[in-house]
C-alpha cells in the first residue's frame, strides 16, 4: 500500500474492500487506475460495490488542509482531495471487517483463526488441551484438565488453572484463570484475576485488572478497569 502511495504521487490513499452489497455503505468511485472520483452515501442504484476499509496512507501536505478544529477527514477532507484528483484507492485482497464492537471484535477473531488454519496452520496451537482454531502464546501455563477452544486467543503470561473451560474468547496478557471456570464469548483484560469456579459468558468485557471472587455468574458484563466483582451479574450491564 505505501509502495502505491508513492507511485501515484497523490496526498492520500485509502484501503478499500469489495463488499456484496454495497448499498449499505458509502461507496467509493475511482477510474481504473485507483484514482477517486467521488463518494456516494449509500447508493440506491448501483455505481460500484467498493467501500472504505478504515486504513489510509497521507503524505505530510495533508495537514495543511485540516484546521486545528474539530474535523471529520472522511466528510471534509476526503471529498475535497478527491476534487482535486490527489486521493487514490487501493483494493484490500482477503477478509474484512468492522470489528469496533466486542461481539464482532470475537467474530473477527474466529475469521482470522479460520483463515489462518486454511493458510498458515503452523502458526496455531497444537496438543491434547486443544480443541479447533486457537492460538495461545508460548509463555502461557495450562493446568492439567483445561480445554481451550475453538476460537480463542491467549497472550504472554497467562495463567490457567485445572479443568478451565475456554471457549470463542479472547484471554489478554498477564491473566490468571482460577481452577474449573468457564469462559465463553468474552474478552478478559490485560493482568485481571479469574477465581475457581467462575462462568462467564454472552459477550462479557473486562477492562485491564478486573478481579472476579470465586463462584461467580457473570452474564454480559461490561467491566471498566481496577474493578472488583464480589456478586454475581445475572443480566448483561455495565460496572464502573
Known amino acids: ?52 476499509a478504515g486504513i489510509y496512507v497521507f503524505s505530510p501536505q495533508i495537514l495543511d488542509r485540516i484546521e486545528v478544529k474539530p474535523t471529520s477527514i472522511e466528510k471534509e477532507i476526503f471529498p475535497k482531495m478527491a476534487e482535486e484528483g490527489k486521493l487514490y484507492c487501493m483494493t484490500l485482497d482477503g477478509f474484512w471487517m468492522d470489528v469496533g464492537q466486542p461481539k464482532d471484535f470475537l467474530t473477527g477473531t474466529s475469521l482470522f483463526l479460520h483463515h489462518a488454519q486454511k493458510t498458515n496452520p503452523s502458526i496455531l496451537s497444537k496438543g491434547p488441551n486443544i480443541r479447533g482454531a486457537v492460538l495461545i502464546d508460548p509463555s502461557v501455563q495450562i493446568g492439567k484438565g483445561a480445554l481451550i477452544g475453538p476460537d480463542v486467543t491467549i497472550g504472554p503470561g497467562v495463567v490457567i488453572g485445572e479443568g478451565v473451560r475456554i471457549k470463542n474468547a479472547v484471554i489478554l496478557e498477564g491473566v490468571s484463570i482460577g481452577a474449573n471456570t468457564w469462559i465463553e464469548q468474552s474478552i478478559i483484560g490485560w493482568k485481571s484475576q479469574i477465581g475457581r469456579w467462575v462462568r462467564i459468558q454472552n459477550v462479557s468485557v473486562f477492562g485491564k485488572d478486573v478481579q472476579v471472587a470465586d463462584e461467580l455468574f457473570v452474564n454480559g458484563a461490561k467491566v471498566l478497569p481496577h474493578k472488583g466483582i464480589s456478586a454475581s451479574v445475572a443480566e448483561p450491564s455495565i460496572i464502573m
Open 1 to 52: 500500500m505505501l509502495a502505491f502511495h508513492k507511485a501515484h504521487g497523490g496526498e492520500g490513499t485509502i484501503l478499500v474492500t469489495k463488499v456484496e452489497e454495497p448499498s449499505k455503505y458509502g461507496v467509493v468511485v475511482s477510474d481504473t487506475t485507483g484514482k477517486i472520483e467521488r463518494f456516494v452515501e449509500k447508493p440506491k442504484i448501483f455505481v460500484g460495490n467498493k467501500i472504505n
